[in-house]
Every structure is written in C-alpha cells, then in structure tokens.
C-alpha cells in the first residue's frame, strides 16, 4: 500500500484492525468498550484510531500503533493478514479496515490502556456466522443553513445569492442509510463497527 500522501484531507482519516485470537481452538474476534470519558464513549469498537501522517507511513501501520497503544501489546504480537477495504461515513470520516491475527497464549498478555479502553472482550467468529445483525435506516438531510446562538440564520450555502435552483435554498434529502446492529452478550455493536463486522464475516469462509 502507498503511502499516506494524498489522504483526502476534508476527511478525518482512520484506520481499525479485526484481530482474530485462536482461544482453545475457537477463532475469536478481539472487541474494546470505550472509556465513558472520550468520543463516542461506552461503545464498542474494534482496535484502531486516527491515522497520524507524521508518524504512520501507511494505514496499516496506524492500525497496529493504534491497536498496540490500546491494548497493550507489542507490534510483533500482531501479524496483518489482508486489507479489508475502506469505509467512508456520511460524518466526514474514512475507515480503513485490516484483518490480523494477535499471537497470544492467554487474555494475561493483554494490559488495556485505561484512558482509552473500558474493557476487552472476544466473540466467537462462529457467533457473528449463525447470526445475522438487524438492520435499520436513518434519514439523511442536508442543510444549508443554520440558527447562530441570536437565533438568526446564518447561511452556510447562499444558494439564493449563487443563484443556484430553488430546490437548494431550504434542506433536501440525501436518502436513507441503513444502520447494522448485532445484540451480543456483551452489549450492542452497531454502525460502522458492525458493518465492518458484517463484511468481514460474510467473506470469511473464502479466506
């Protein structure tokens, strides 16, 4: 993979693992819960984070700094096995997604970061095979304006100053987004975690 020269720089660029442990036989995918005290706290992601151009080469490498930091271990601990693919979400955000294998005996060798990370966890890959998550939609729109803290408008597209046709003048949709959400035993994962999860499984047998 090329270097990270040429990102899209209006995006926050990120970059997530799917660690896959092998526990007694049992091919388990590796799961945080946030710290309640940083973005989108309490939730559950995978390992993984905000690509740092002045340290990472690639966003492999972000994913491994990142999953390291987070639990504890070395980079030898981790081997990438293949990319996974890119997801763009409608926030402004890229994700680029990687599948790995962590080389660990025991959870003893995993020591969390605590500023980060509430706990760490595994799901059985067999789990997310037998089943399928539910699927919902939200409706997105798109505003060209907003209320300032006055309460006035404060427009953000002219569009009647840039003459632009009418229909942008007030919101329009963007249509519907479907949402994924698996209900573990552990918690919900949802969004763009488990749409990557989704994808991941629905490919894994053709490993």
Not at 147 to 176: F, I, T
Request: hydrophobic residues 35%; contains cysteine.
């Amino acid at each position: 993979m090329d270097r990270i020269i040429g990102k899209c720089r209006k995006y926050i660029n990120t970059s997530v693992i799917i660690l896959i442990a092998d526990f007694n036989g049992s091919q388990e995918i590796i799961f945080e819960k946030r710290n309640p005290d940083i973005p989108q706290g309490d939730e559950i992601c995978f390992p993984g984070g905000r690509i740092n151009e002045f340290i990472d080469r690639t966003p492999e490498q972000a994913a491994i700094r990142e999953a390291c930091e987070e639990l504890g271990l070395s980079p030898d601990k981790i081997v990438v096995q293949r990319y996974l693919g890119t997801l763009i979400a409608t926030l402004g955000v890229t994700v680029d997604a990687f599948v790995g294998k962590v080389k660990i005996d025991s959870w003893d060798e995993i020591r969390p970061n605590v500023a980060e990370v509430q706990s760490v966890f595994s799901i059985p890959i067999a789990w997310f095979q037998s089943h399928e998550p539910e699927e919902y939609y939200v409706r997105l729109e798109v505003y060209p304006s907003e209320l300032d803290d006055n309460g006035q408008v404060k427009y953000l597209l002219p569009a009647s100053e840039l003459r632009l046709p009418e229909r942008y003048h007030k919101s329009w949709s963007g249509g519907k987004l479907p949402i994924y959400v698996y209900k573990t035993d552990h918690g919900i994962i949802w969004g763009i975690t488990a749409e990557i999860a989704r994808e991941f499984v629905k490919n894994f047998e053709t490993e």
